[in-house]
């Protein structure tokens, strides 16, 4: 049996990730920003929310199953854009887009992939394309090209990030961009055989240090080089009228993600955007964030009957998904878990992580007494 099969949860395939990753790359994934205390909101929101379970109700022939856009999924998952995804495991962007076919569930694309949408797009998977603005909007434009002719049709515009957020412990352990070659690395991968082998040498032997697949080719840098080109930078300049040059530039669906206040939802659904993430970026850019599940409700009144609205950052049981789905969500985003399961075991492994968190949520269905998600909302439910 691969090891990744004996692992039961979510905790127990992060546990393999750690072991398999350098501890720098490792730390990218996992942790937060500053003094994480966006992280630990995250942990304690979802551990203090109550849903209160109805009784003797027939919850036979439940399914965890939620049309989205239009189309029935068996799964109210969609899997997050990861920056890099593609030094987890060789190729494992193409991976983890396959773990969302087998499962029935979109992958979006980060605009930080490794891999292109272009050969991601031969998975055959539902992809969503992740942007983030560059300074150089004639680039940005481009970059839109290349993603609609790849049949892409739902773009989610990242909106928290305006500058990149301070994670000290990147710094110290040379996992910056640009990673930093250094004794202290090179001891950390020496310390990760199967990774070195399985991953970095491969990666070396393709054409030398990766880099990121979607940077216009004057200016695509590896990710030991020194920061990116001004052009290419994170804008900080990213407003509304980004939106409404997106909204008359992209003919599909516009997400925007990383919204956290009512009054950004409500203008959302007023700049005529089909949907909101609504998400603190997994803990990892604001420290001072509230967590999504406590300011979902707010949103839900604000823009509930308007917009779709789906949410993410924390989930790591079927019951956190519960939560959020419970809170108004049409669907949750899947960030760290697929990576941890990616990394522990690759494609299957991802698969696998999404398995778990499916049963967890099928079994709190029935201890809940629902037979749909959609019943979820009709719970008592507390969130502090
Ligand atoms: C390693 C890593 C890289 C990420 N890169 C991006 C990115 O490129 N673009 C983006 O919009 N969000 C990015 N995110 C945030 C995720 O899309 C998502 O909001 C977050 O991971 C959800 O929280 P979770 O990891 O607890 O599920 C990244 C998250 C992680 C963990």
């Not at 206040?261 to 959302?268: I, K, Q, T, V």
């Not at 956190?320 to 522990?344: I, Q, T």
Request: charged share 25%; hydrophobic share 45%.
């Amino acid at each position: 049996m691969p090891a990744h099969q004996a692992c039961l949860n979510i905790d127990e395939l992060r546990q393999r990730a750690r072991r398999f990753l350098p501890r720098g790359l490792f730390e990218y994934i996992d942790r937060g920003t500053e003094d994480e205390s966006a992280l630990r909101r995250l942990r304690d929101s979802f551990e203090q929310a109550e849903l209160t379970p109805r009784v003797l109700v027939d919850c036979n022939g439940r399914h965890t199953g939620v049309t989205l856009f239009g189309r029935d999924r068996p799964l109210p998952f969609v899997i997050a854009p990861t920056a890099a995804a593609g030094l987890v495991r060789y190729d494992g962007e193409v991976l983890l887009a396959r773990a969302a076919r087998a499962a029935g569930i979109p992958f979006c694309v980060s605009t930080q992939s490794i891999t292109s949408i272009e050969a991601i797009a031969e998975s055959g998977a539902e992809l969503w394309f992740q942007l983030y603005v560059w300074r150089d909007r004639s680039l940005t434009h481009a970059l839109l090209d290349r993603v609609a002719a790849c049949g892409v049709d739902t773009l989610i515009l990242t909106v928290d990030t305006a500058v990149s957020p301070k994670r000290e412990y990147n710094r110290h352990n040379g996992f910056n961009v640009p990673v930093t070659p250094s004794l202290r690395g090179a001891l950390d991968v020496a310390r990760r055989p199967a990774w070195a082998a399985g991953v970095l040498l491969r990666l070396l032997a393709d054409g030398g240090w990766p880099g990121y697949a979607h940077y216009p080719p004057q200016f695509r840098t590896r990710i030991t080089d020194a920061a990116a080109h001004d052009p290419i930078r994170l804008c900080d300049r990213v407003s509304w009228d980004d939106v409404a040059e997106l909204r008359r530039r992209w003919a599909g669906r516009i997400i925007l993600k990383g919204l956290l206040a009512p009054e950004d939802a409500l203008r959302a659904s007023e700049a005529g955007v089909e949907a909101i993430v609504v998400s603190n970026h997994g803990g990892r850019n604001l420290d001072s964030a509230p967590s999504p599940l406590t300011v979902l409700p707010r949103i839900m009144d604000a823009v509930g009957g308007r917009m779709t609205v789906l949410a993410d950052s924390g989930v790591r049981r079927g019951s956190d998904a519960a939560k959020l789905l419970a809170a108004g969500a049409a669907a949750v985003l899947l960030g760290r878990a697929p990576l941890f399961g990616l990394a522990a075991g690759g494609q299957a492994g991802a698969e696998h992580a999404l398995a778990i968190l499916q049963d967890e949520l099928d079994r709190s269905l029935a201890l809940l007494g629902c037979r749909t998600v959609a019943e979820l909302r009709g719970l008592s439910a507390r969130y502090r």
